[in-house]
Structures are given as structure tokens and as C-alpha cells.
């Protein structure tokens, strides 16, 4: 059973372009939503993270909206540069349990 | 720090044979978890453990088993490996089951298994 919908598979954009990435979740107890960045041959690792009670966060260039009543969120890439090419992972979490759940994925590519 | 370090990097199965791959980390972390990754799939929770002699099933276990005898060592067992087996696999560790804001899973740099 998926509880965390990503869209879409791949993405490519253009350099400077905003890439956005979809997020869906069906439990309405996550209450922690993180997304990770996976660059190839590498572990996954924290780009940034959300709570519920707030609408948006942003960390440099990267800006989580997030839409409690739709139960979606999502990632958005300013001014993307070629480096910021690969795989976004978005997750939810709950703090009565002790693991995530992962979407599916989604292949950024910047071409320059 | 070394943070999360898993081995081997690549190994190549025959179906039916057994393995284990190791995961360590030097962090003092008392939650660690192993992932599989597959094309399409995401990373999928196969097993966790929220400290030292506790252990529990994620998403799909079957086919793998675990121990955590240490804070510091999670072992991923395969028992008899098959072509479905074939994967990335992923360990990662954090501070606390109990998230707390920021919360972090420090991932390993990854096993490519392919079982033939």
C-alpha cells in the first residue's frame, strides 16, 4: 500500500528553470515531511523538512509548500543549476511510529 | 567520524546462496533501518531497530533477517537469495525513534546486489 504518491518520474528543466515536485499522502497522522536528495552511486541525504503547521518553508533555493487540507506538498527548485541534477525523494513520518515512508522518486535533470 | 559505512559495496549472488551484508555507524545512533531501493519503487522499509535487542519488520521482510547484538552494528541476512532479491540496499541510523525537529536518517553509501 502506497501512502506517499510522487509525481513526476522524471523531470527535466532547463538551467535557471523551477522544477516542481508533487507529494500526496493519504494518513492525516504524518506530522513530519522531509525530502531527500540522492545524487548517483550515493546514500540519500536531507535536503529539507516540514511540519503541518506551517504553509512553507524555504532553505536557500529550496521551498516546501505544503497544503494540509489536500493532504499534498511540494518541492520547488529556484534558479536550478546543473548540480541540483538527481533523484528527490519526498517522505512522511509519524512521531508514534519509528520509521518513514518514501514516495517513488523523481529524476531531476538540469540541462545548461 | 566514518558515519555510516556498509560492505561490501558490490556482490554477486547464485540463487540460493546466503549472505550477509554489514552495516555499521559510529554515531551513537539508536535507530537504524535498512532500505531497498528498485527502479520506480522508492526506498522500501525491509527491517529497523530502535536500540540494541530490538528488532521489528518493515514493509518487506521476507527473505531477510536481522539482529542488533550492538548500538553500533545492524547485519542484513539474506537467507537463500533469489532474482527478486536483486537490489540497492541501503542502511541508515538516527539519533532517536523519536523524531525531534530537524529530523535526520543518515544513510550508508549503499550494497549493489545482484543474485543470477
Known amino acids: 500500500q502506497q501512502q506517499v504518491k510522487q509525481s513526476p518520474q522524471s523531470l527535466i528543466v532547463q538551467k535557471g528553470g523551477i522544477p516542481i515536485i508533487n507529494c500526496a499522502y493519504e494518513?492525516?497522522?504524518?506530522?513530519?515531511f522531509p525530502w531527500y536528495q540522492q545524487f548517483p552511486g550515493k546514500g540519500p541525504a536531507l535536503l529539507i523538512a516540514i511540519r503541518p503547521d506551517v504553509s512553507e518553508k524555504k532553505e536557500g533555493r529550496f521551498t516546501i509548500s505544503f497544503n494540509k487540507s489536500a493532504k499534498q506538498f511540494s518541492l520547488h527548485i529556484m534558479d536550478s543549476q546543473p548540480g541540483d541534477s538527481a533523484t528527490y525523494f519526498c517522505?512522511?513520518?509519524?512521531?508514534?511510529?519509528?520509521?518513514?515512508?518514501f514516495g517513488s522518486g523523481t529524476r531531476l535533470s538540469i540541462r545548461p | 567520524n566514518a558515519g555510516v559505512t556498509q560492505t561490501p559495496k558490490f556482490q554477486v549472488l547464485k540463487t540460493g546462496q546466503s549472505m550477509t551484508l554489514q552495516c555499521a555507524q559510529d554515531?551513537?545512533?539508536?535507530?537504524m533501518s535498512w532500505y531497498r531501493q528498485d527502479p520506480g519503487m522508492g526506498l522500501r522499509l525491509i527491517h529497523y531497530s530502535v536500540g540494541a535487542g530490538i528488532t521489528d519488520q518493515g514493509e518487506v521482510p521476507n527473505g531477510y533477517n536481522v539482529s542488533r547484538s550492538t548500538t553500533e552494528d545492524f547485519p542484513l541476512r539474506l537467507l537463500s537469495a533469489a532474482p527478486s532479491q536483486t537490489s540497492v540496499y541501503f542502511c541508515?541510523?538516527?539519533?532517536?525513534?523519536?523524531?525531534?525537529?530537524?529530523?535526520?536518517?543518515?544513510f550508508g553509501p549503499g550494497t549493489r546486489l545482484t543474485v543470477t
Open positions: 554515531m551513537n545512533h539508536e535507530y
Open positions: 517522505a512522511a513520518m509519524y512521531s508514534s511510529a519509528s520509521k518513514i515512508i
Open positions: 541508515a541510523s538516527s539519533y532517536s525513534y523519536l523524531w525531534d525537529s530537524p529530523y535526520e536518517q543518515y
Open positions: 494518513n492525516t497522522a504524518f506530522d513530519y
